[in-house]
């Protein structure tokens, strides 16, 4: 199916354990997003990703990683999540000067 | 880097009336205002956006106003009906630059 998918749908991990959130899309978009969504905050820039191999830094890029080794996937990595990473997490791409097309969600929970 | 602002926070309609969210952007270079909705438990959807060689634009009962002038664009929803309570979100981007800077959100409630 055409679209942008994010996996796990929810996730709980403990503190200190590294975990990936995945995002997928179909389009060939050349870019990529990971936001964090919290109360009050709205949406937080973590990374960005222009194409394949090629990513920066948003607002919020500590304890993060992300790659890009395909354009199609943008995968998310906390090295080692804490309780302030608790969120829910959105992908998103766009193919240029457009809207972003954002993808569900995963809501982790870090205990 | 670009700055936006929504207002108000939330905002409380009576079903059938109209609602209008504005949001004011600091960058005079920013070309392009998507708006997104998003409801409870899913991701963010674009429902409209304009570009700054346009002072208006509607789709339905929905429709986006931009004053360049004065920095800022609107959110109009007419006739509104329950299925339009949601958090809205309003963001800018300059030309040549694909990151959208966005505004914290509103959270519409359409009382039935």
């Known amino acids: 199916d055409a679209g942008i998918t994010q996996s796990p749908r929810y996730k709980i991990t403990e503190t200190g354990r590294q975990v990936t959130l995945m995002c997928h899309q179909t389009?060939?978009?050349?870019?990529m997003f990971w936001y964090r969504q919290d109360l009050g905050h709205g949406l937080r820039l973590i990374y960005y990703?222009?194409?394949?191999?090629?990513?920066d830094k948003g607002e919020v890029p500590d304890g993060y990683v992300v790659s890009r080794s395909k354009t199609e996937n943008f995968p998310l990595t906390l090295e080692s999540a804490t309780r302030s990473q608790t969120s829910v997490y959105f992908c998103?791409?766009?193919?240029?000067?457009?809207?972003?097309?954002f993808g569900s969600g995963t809501r982790l929970t870090v205990v | 880097g670009e700055n936006v602002e929504q207002h108000p926070s939330t905002l409380s309609v009576q079903e059938g009336d109209s609602a209008v969210i504005k949001c004011t952007y600091s960058?005079?270079?920013?070309?392009?205002f998507p708006w997104y909705k998003q409801e409870l438990g899913k991701g963010p959807q674009l429902i409209i956006d304009?570009?700054?060689?346009?002072g208006e634009k509607k789709d339905q009962r929905i429709a986006v106003t931009l004053n360049k002038t004065a920095k800022h664009f609107s959110l109009h929803i007419t006739e509104t009906q329950p299925e339009d309570s949601a958090v809205y979100f309003c963001?800018?981007?300059?030309?040549?630059?694909?990151?959208?800077?966005f505004g914290k959100g509103n959270q519409v409630v359409v009382i039935p």
């Open positions: 304009i570009r700054s060689n346009v």
């Open positions: 960058d005079s270079a920013s070309n392009y």
């Open positions: 389009w060939s978009h050349s870019y």
């Open positions: 998103a791409s766009t193919a240029g000067e457009n809207g972003y097309t």
């Open positions: 963001a800018a981007s300059r030309r040549g630059n694909n990151r959208l800077a």
């Open positions: 990703s222009a194409a394949a191999d090629i990513t």
